[in-house]
């Protein structure tokens, strides 16, 4: 039995009946996989060709290595070509569906089918106990039994559209550790003047090099809201933050700020900075960097004193700020933290404590990165999971 029809459970669902295996899926909801449907703008970021163990956040970064080595982008990209679908790259490896996400949803529900797996929606669950060969799950349709237990009810983000903390009470109850969730890919939140400015800029965005104190440089947009700062850049910082923490900003990506300025200052002495700054900076945002520093804007290069420079460079070169806090889990598009790898095979997503156990996609701390890698872990844990229930 799978607990969860989302893109984990529902794979894993297809994967377990076409190994010959009895599979049923319950969900609680009335309609399954909505974060398939709501994802990539509706076009649904599948997977991303550049996946690899490094693109995941986890307390063991080694984890995710084998179920990703075993079921790559590649396989997926098969499958949907197999079911007629169609794709294009967009940035970085992200792979978005050609058709809307929903077609993503039919591929998931049409391979369950074909495969012998039953689905049922808006079923609740009460509690799960072991049972003499395998577990009871207590349900508003009464017990069901089943050898197997494949928990895919994801992660706490958007409760709104059915996540739960189903997953990590069935852990724990189970004698595993959860290690504190916390919104990852979410927007930044800020008060007082902080707040007032970004809301001034909102809608203005521009590259940028962002980067979170625990986390790597990210080279992509960011976006100024009328809440504070989001854009890919802020959305994958958040996910290494955490509260009372400064995110470093590079308003100036892969080029020196203060080597350019000399430079224009030689040949171009007449400019003004405000003309400058507009030159690689929106205007809106341009006006707003030289008011933060106290740079008259009609200063001209020529007139820029040493100090001048010093001070434009480190106010585009090392933005320093310092959110209130996120969106939560509201806006969250994934859940960081989770059920602690150490508890599981990563061969198999079984759990060391309790055989026949297991937890796949979302709900295990393993969290990827914007970009196609969260549907990927998906594929590829609910694939090893799959193989090995199919085989035990
Ligand atoms: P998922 O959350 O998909 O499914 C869990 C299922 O369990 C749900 O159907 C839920 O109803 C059910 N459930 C929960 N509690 C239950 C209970 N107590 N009893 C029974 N059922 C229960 N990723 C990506 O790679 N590319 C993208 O483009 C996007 N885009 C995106 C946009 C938005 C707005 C969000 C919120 C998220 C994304 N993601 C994404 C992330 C991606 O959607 C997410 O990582 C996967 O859906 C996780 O798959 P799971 O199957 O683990 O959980």
Same mark, same amino acid.
């Given at each position: 039995m799978i607990l969860g029809a989302g893109a984990a459970g529902l794979f894993c669902g297809a994967r377990t009946a076409a190994g010959g295996k009895r599979v049923l899926v319950i969900d609680h909801s009335a309609k399954p996989a909505e974060k398939v449907r709501i994802s990539g703008g509706g076009r649904c970021n599948f997977t991303n060709i550049e996946t690899s163990a490094a693109n995941f956040i986890s307390e063991?970064?080694?984890?995710a290595k084998s179920a990703l080595a075993r079921y790559t982008p590649w396989d997926f990209c098969d499958l949907m070509a197999r079911h007629g679908l169609t794709w294009h790259e967009k940035t970085l490896g992200q792979l978005f569906c050609d058709q809307k996400s929903t077609a993503v949803i039919e591929l998931l529900l049409e391979e369950l089918k074909a495969a012998g797996g039953e689905l049922r929606l808006s079923t609740h669950v009460s509690g799960v106990a072991r049972s003499d060969d395998g577990f009871t799950v207590k349900t508003d349709a009464g017990d069901i039994s089943a050898h197997s237990f494949v928990i895919?009810?994801?992660?706490? +983000?958007?409760?709104?559209?059915g996540a739960s903390g189903f997953a990590y009470d069935v852990a724990r109850q189970f004698g595993h550790e959860v290690l504190t969730p916390h919104p990852a890919l979410v927007p930044f939140t800020f008060t007082g003047a902080a707040k007032d400015t970004f809301s001034e800029l909102s809608g203005v965005s521009c590259p940028v090099d962002a980067k979170a104190a625990r986390g790597p440089d990210f080279h992509e947009a960011l976006l100024f809201t009328h809440r504070g700062l989001s854009g890919p850049a802020m959305l994958q910082a958040s996910s290494y933050w955490r509260e009372s923490e400064e995110i470093e900003i590079d308003l100036a990506p892969g080029w020196s700020a203060s080597e350019q300025l000399r430079a224009d200052k030689a040949s171009q002495p007449k400019q003004t900075l405000s003309a400058w700054l507009a030159r690689h900076l929106p205007n809106r945002l341009a006006q707003h960097v030289l008011t933060w520093r106290g740079i008259p804007s009609g200063k001209q290069l020529a007139n820029l004193s040493a100090g001048d420079i010093d001070a434009i460079d480190k106010a585009l070169k090392r933005w320093r700020v310092k959110p209130?806090?996120?969106?939560?889990?509201?806006?969250?598009?994934v859940t960081a933290?989770?059920?602690?790898?150490?508890?599981? +095979? +990563?061969?198999?997503?079984? +759990?060391k404590h309790v055989p026949g156990l297991h937890f796949i996609g979302e709900c295990v701390d393993v969290t990827g990165w914007l970009g196609g890698y969260n549907f990927q872990w998906a594929w590829a844990s609910a694939a090893a999971a799959a193989q090995a229930i199919a085989q035990s």
């Open positions: 063991n970064p080694h984890f895919a009810t994801g992660g706490l +983000s958007i409760p709104k559209i209130a806090g996120t969106e939560g889990w509201r806006t969250a598009e933290g989770g059920i602690n790898t150490d508890g599981l +095979s +990563s061969q198999t997503m079984e +759990s």
